[in-house]
């Protein structure tokens, strides 16, 4: 499924993998020589996909690179990445639900 | 083959380096607990860590990231990031910019 918007993307990505989180994989494809980039994140049965050819995107793909790596090696969403940046808070106990 | 942070850094640039005409480059990463596939022992009490794949198509490339590393594995995954992908667009409104003062 390709999400276009990035806020949701960023919102589903982080569900899916709170879901699953050793099944979950988060894939980054970069293909220079056309300047398209993919991000992919799936458990096997249901898949993500955000592609974009802009580099304001950058910005982006970073903090999310950071929090997927912090989840996964520790656990733990990082401190400077607050859910309360991008989760308004009426999904924030959803989150607790899964947890 | 897993490899140590720094060297899987090191060839990832190369890789980026090598597909800058034709090809694209994956980087995968997962939570592992480095178990082994197809044995019986318990072993759920292993802590997690980050796996991180590579590959162009032709080469592979892993590493795992342990919680202490993180930091400056992606402080340094970052600036790869930065200093390879430029072939995107930049901001339309900024080109236009550029288009009228010419």
């Known amino acids: ?99 | 083959m897993l490899q140590d942070n720094s060297k899987f850094l090191n060839e990832l640039l190369r890789m980026y380096q090598a597909n800058r005409e034709l090809g694209s480059v994956w980087v995968t990463m997962k939570r592992t607990n480095l178990k082994p596939r197809r044995s019986k022992k318990d072993y759920s009490g292993l802590a997690c860590h980050c796996l991180v794949r590579a590959t162009d198509g032709r080469k592979k490339l892993s590493t795992v990231v342990e919680g202490r590393d993180l930091a400056r594995f992606n402080e340094s995954y970052s600036t790869i990031l930065k200093g390879h992908m430029d072939s995107l667009k930049k901001r339309v409104r900024h080109a236009a910019k550029l288009a009228q003062q010419q």
């Not at chain 1, 793909?61 to 790596?69: T, Y």
């Open chain 1, 1 to 99: 499924m390709i999400v276009e918007n990035w806020d949701s993307f960023y919102q589903q990505a982080v569900d899916l993998y709170r879901n699953n989180p050793l099944k979950t994989r988060f894939v980054t494809k970069y293909r220079h020589c056309d300047g398209k980039l993919v991000l992919k994140v799936t458990d096997d049965s249901t898949c993500l996909q955000y592609k974009t050819d802009q580099q304001a995107d950058l910005k982006k793909v970073e903090k999310l690179n950071r929090v997927f790596f912090e989840l996964m090696a520790t656990g733990q969403a990082p401190a400077g990445a607050s859910e309360q940046d991008h989760f308004p808070a009426s999904n924030a106990c959803s989150y607790n639900d899964q947890a």
